[in-house]
Nanobody
Framework: VQLQASGGGLVQAGGSLRLSCAAS???????VGWFSQAPGKEREFVAA????????YYASSVKGRVTISRDNIKHTVTLQIDNLKPEDTAVYYC???????????????WGQGTQVTVSS
């Protein structure tokens, strides 16, 4: 499955963004998630949502500020990030896996990433 991430941009601290991940085909039975990679840092898990959306997983660092959801008709997954902080500045990638989420998750399918920049 091919994934296309969008919705990034420049936003002031305290603002919100909604990132979208669109699949090129039906992504039934895929768990879909988001990762972030800040400059000079390793890619980190942010959130994931199972098929058909009954289970959601969040990194402890963003819990309470991030909401993940999916539209199984439109084949999209959305990541809502509220109360953005400058340290949220990163490239955000969506990823998918038919095997489901697990600790130290390494999904096989990745989108190209969308840049989020938060100004102070």
């Amino acid at each position: 499955v091919q994934l296309q991430a969008s919705g990034g941009g420049l936003v002031q601290a305290g603002g919100s963004l909604r990132l979208s991940c669109a699949a090129s085909e039906d992504f039934s039975f895929y768990t879909v998630g988001w990762f972030s990679q800040a400059p000079g840092k390793e890619r980190e898990f942010v959130a994931a949502i199972s098929w058909p959306g009954t289970r959601k997983y969040y990194a402890s660092s963003v819990k309470g500020r991030v909401t993940i959801s999916r539209d199984n008709i439109k084949h999209t997954v959305t990541l809502q990030i509220d109360n953005l902080k400058p340290e949220d500045t990163a490239v955000y990638y969506c990823a998918a896996d038919r095997s489901g989420y697990s600790p130290n998750w390494h999904p096989p399918f990745w989108g190209q990433g969308t840049q989020v920049t938060v100004s102070s």
